[in-house]
């Protein structure tokens, strides 16, 4: 059974792949919002790992 903790942020980790996706795909992506959410991403990914 997975902790609840680890759900929520598996759950971030995706929305937040999800959004640069969609964000990189723009015609004139915000350069200053991708490097927002990768870091944003990263953090999550480390929390993860962390657990």
Known sequence: MQNP???ALETKHNVL???IV???HRPL???QLLA???KQKLRVKEAIAAL
Do not use: M
Request: aromatic share 0%.
């Open 29 to 31: 992506p915000d350069s």
């Open 17 to 19: 792949d999800q959004q």
């Open 22 to 24: 969609a964000e990189s």
């Open 36 to 38: 927002d959410l990768k």
């Open 5 to 7: 903790h680890l759900s």
